[in-house]
């Protein structure tokens, strides 16, 4: 069994920065796919960027493109989601998730863009919040 475990997170004013990480340990993770998700108050939880372990290639979504960057150290089993120019709508509960037993392709994983129930492990969240 895979955890993970997020870190970070914070209160920022609008235009601000933060940058979270995730540590994934348990044993070796061997999986393909991490990615960044977000959940906000009465909204369904949305795929925010992605990034493939073997390479490097990423996704991010329409709405963060340009503003958060996904990068990773594979020696410390580490993700990071570097967060700038923040916006009030960006305020949400912050999961990292790596696949499972069943590995999510590169396709899925940095062209479409996985959802969430393809993916097999998740943290247990970090806190974002944005005023303006």
């Known amino acids: 069994q895979v955890q993970l475990v997020e870190s970070g997170g914070g209160s920022v004013q609008a235009g601000g920065s933060l940058r979270l990480s995730c540590v994934a340990s348990?044993?070796?993770?061997?999986?393909?796919?991490m990615g960044w998700f977000r959940q906000a108050p009465g909204k369904e939880r949305e795929g925010v960027a992605a990034?493939?372990?073997?390479?490097?290639?990423?996704y991010y979504a329409d709405s963060v493109k340009g503003r958060f960057t996904i990068s990773q150290d594979n020696a410390k089993n580490t993700v990071y989601l570097q967060m700038d120019s923040l916006k009030p709508e960006d305020t949400a509960m912050y999961y990292c998730?790596?696949?499972?037993?069943?590995?999510?392709?590169?396709?899925?994983?940095?062209?479409?863009?996985?959802?969430?129930?393809?993916?097999?492990?998740w943290g247990q969240g970090t806190q974002v919040t944005v005023s303006s």
């Open positions: 990034i493939w372990r073997g390479g490097g290639s990423t």
């Open positions: 998730a790596a696949d499972g037993w069943i590995s999510i392709a590169f396709d899925q994983c940095v062209v479409h863009g996985a959802s969430a129930y393809e993916y097999g492990n």
């Open positions: 348990g044993y070796t993770y061997r999986g393909n796919c």
